[in-house]
């Protein structure tokens, strides 16, 4: 298959509020439909590479953001995010950053890393001048609020690098404590988490849907404008969610080789008071059987079937 290019679909969403843009190609993607919408652009599992994302309002990454948490590793992926053209850049760790989990990184370095990495170089690389004036915000179970336009919508935000217990890795539950962790989440209209909920766009290669269940139980209550995730790497896709008041809020069962995902669907229900939410798992790195595409396999970052994924908000 060499010289052979794989090639881009053309998998959109639609509700009256809310556009999703899952597979498209970079050079035809439309605008957002006017300056009363804000254009997210999300990603994760990025893994310290680097690659084109399209230019929106607000870039969103939901962890993941180094291989395995060096300063080497930090300093890609600064630098990446530092050259891209997104006004507001909202960052959250993942299990493979390492450093960032500093109690569990001083007792457990030394099964990662020969030399132990200075989080102090690290935080002042995700939070100083250079990063502030090139619009990164690191959350670690924080919320935060912004404007991207003047006198425009505040926007609020929450960011958890949690994830359920993974053979002992940083930002790691057990699943018996996860009910604890997910009440302290505040409504926000963006919820990011490195991992998934259980049942939405988390399921592994071999079947096994491992996204955490106490999280999807929250989501009843929380019912943000967009919950990006990412972590499950082939779980790659993103989903609308009318919620429905009559069902006590259930939240959806969705993966990504449902028909709604993998083709696209157009709400038609015009009320724009209805709740909605975007779920989005955004991780970039190809992995699962979603990487072979006419024949030919996805190898880099970002490439078709792993592309960031672009979400239109109506303000």
């Known amino acids: 298959m060499s010289g052979t290019t794989v090639g881009y679909g053309d998998v959109v969403l639609k509700s009256p509020r809310e556009i999703v843009y899952l597979d498209y190609s970079p050079s035809a993607l439309p605008p957002k439909p006017s300056e009363e919408w804000t254009r997210f652009v999300c990603v994760s599992d990025t893994h310290s590479h680097s690659f084109d994302v399209p230019d929106g309002d607000v870039l969103l990454h939901s962890g993941d953001l180094t291989n395995m948490g060096l300063v080497s590793d930090f300093e890609k992926t600064v630098d990446w995010l530092c050259g891209l ?15 960032l989990h500093a109690d569990w990184y001083d007792k457990e370095y030394d099964r990662w890393h020969e030399e132990k990495q200075d989080l102090g170089v690290i935080m002042q690389l995700l939070k100083g001048n250079r ?17 991207v336009k003047e006198n425009g919508k505040l926007w609020s935000v929450y960011g958890s690098p949690w994830s359920p217990e993974f053979f002992n890795w940083a930002f790691n539950y057990e699943r018996h404590t996860g009910q604890d962790l997910v009440a302290t989440f505040p409504k926000v209209d963006i919820l990011l988490t490195h991992g998934p909920a259980y049942q939405i766009l988390d399921r592994v290669e071999q079947g096994e849907e491992v996204g955490c269940e106490a999280l999807r139980a929250r989501l009843r209550e929380l019912r943000p404008r967009i919950h990006l995730a990412g ?11 009318t919620w429905d008041p009559s069902s006590n809020f259930e939240p959806p069962v969705v993966q990504n080789d449902d028909p709604a995902v993998t083709t696209g669907h157009v709400i038609q229900e015009t009320n724009e008071d209805v709740e909605r939410t975007v779920f989005v798992n955004a991780a970039n790195w190809p992995m699962g059987s979603r990487t072979v595409r006419g024949g030919v396999r996805v190898k880099i970052f970002g490439g078709p079937g792993f592309q960031a994924v672009v979400v239109d908000l109506k303000d």
């Open 85 to 99: 053209p997104h006004k507001e850049k909202i960052i959250i760790a993942g299990n493979h950053d390492l450093t």
């Open 131 to 147: 990063a502030k004036e090139a619009g990164i915000v690191y959350l670690e179970s924080e919320r935060y609020e912004f404007r």
């Open 231 to 241: 972590h499950i790497h082939e779980a790659h896709g993103s989903y609308i969610h």
